[in-house]
């Protein structure tokens, strides 16, 4: 397993709302619109769960994307600590050395990475969610 891999906390994932798709949801949303549908239990929990999970994952991709920040900020320490070949103790070794072309292209390609993962979870929250689509 990689290292930064074992940094990641799930106690923000759980503060993110996706304990939110709860139980009592479908009886919340079962009492106005059950009778209304005209469809049976098992249809409605299934649209209930699919629109309950999809808006339970906007804030949880919101944090992920968030959180590669930290990992990739981690794993030059811990590259570094346990000798693990990669970017992170390549970019270490070039400030020990002084070799600044180096150190700026390792800068690049980590703020590249995190850029271009933001882009994701950014297009990732526009499907899910249709309020934040451009008109």
Known sequence: MQPPLERI???DLRLAGVHAVRPDVKQRWWKPLGPATGVDGNTLAVRLCSRALRNALIPTINIVALQTGLLLSGNMIIETVFRYPG???LAV???GAADYPLVQAVVLIYAGSYVLLNLGAGILHAVLDPTVRPI
Request: charged share 35%; no cysteine; aromatic share 0%.
């Open 9 to 11: 906390d799930t106690h």
């Open 87 to 89: 970017l992170g103790k």
């Open 93 to 95: 070794d070039a400030i």
